[in-house]
C-alpha cells in the first residue's frame, strides 16, 4: 500500500474523531437542555395544580356566600 494511501486514511479517520468530538459535545449538551427541560416542567406543573386548588377553593367559597345570601 502506498503512502498516499495511508496518508488519506489517517486523515479520514481525524475527520471521524472530530465528528465523534461534535457529537458526543453535543449530545451532552443535549442532556443538559433535556434536564433543564425537565425541571422547568415540574415547576409548571406544580404551579399549575398550586393554582387550580386556589381557584377551586375560591369557587367554593363564592358557591358558600352565594347559598348564605
Known amino acids: 500500500m502506498s503512502e498516499h ?3 488519506a486514511l489517517e486523515h479520514k479517520i481525524d475527520q471521524l474523531l ?3 468530538e461534535r457529537l458526543e ?3 451532552d449538551q ?3 437542555q ?3 427541560l425537565r425541571e422547568e416542567r415540574a ?3 406544580q404551579l399549575n395544580d398550586q393554582t387550580r386548588n386556589k381557584v377551586e377553593g375560591m ?3 363564592l358557591k358558600a ?3 348564605n345570601s
Open 18 to 20: 472530530d465528528i465523534v
Open 25 to 27: 459535545s453535543e449530545n
Open 43 to 45: 415547576q409548571l406543573v
Open 65 to 67: 356566600l352565594e347559598q
Open 59 to 61: 369557587i367554593q367559597r
Open 34 to 36: 433535556n434536564q433543564q
Open 5 to 7: 494511501y495511508f496518508n
Open 30 to 32: 443535549l442532556k443538559r
